[in-house]
Nanobody, 119 residues
Framework: QVQLVESGGGLVQAGGSLRLSCTAS????????MGWYRQSPGKQRELVAS???????NYADSVKGRFTISRDNAKKTVYLQMNSLRPEDTAVYYC?????????????WGQGTQVTVSS
């Protein structure tokens, strides 16, 4: 059984910062892509940032220069440092992890953490 546990969301004023964390627990190995997605009411879930096993990042244009994704492979944890937050960043943020379990490939989602940016 693999679980993804997120933390770090909250309420912040525009221009502020938050750091999200997502840790994978259980019998997962060979984690490849770790990513963060977000979804706001009435909108589709969208990719915010992702990072490969060799720590090569990819960002949505809307967050480039403001957000930084990183990972700690030993801790099976991915982070999202969010700076210069804007009201339009308000959403539920979900982590997504691709890896392997004993029976084959595995892909799963965290429970989501709310980020609210006030103007």
């Amino acid at each position: 059984q693999v679980q993804l546990v997120e933390s770090g969301g909250g309420l912040v004023q525009a221009g502020g910062s938050l750091r999200l964390s997502c840790t994978a627990s259980g019998s997962i190995f060979g984690i490849r892509i770790m990513g963060w997605y977000r979804q706001s009411p009435g909108k589709q879930r969208e990719l915010v940032a992702s990072i490969t096993s060799s720590s090569s990042p990819n960002y949505a244009d809307s967050v480039k220069g403001r957000f930084t994704i990183s990972r700690d492979n030993a801790k099976k944890t991915v982070y999202l440092q969010m700076n210069s937050l804007r009201p339009e960043d308000t959403a539920v943020y979900y982590c997504n992890v691709e890896g392997w379990v004993s029976i084959g490939p595995w892909n799963g989602w965290g429970q989501g953490t709310q980020v609210t940016v006030s103007s």
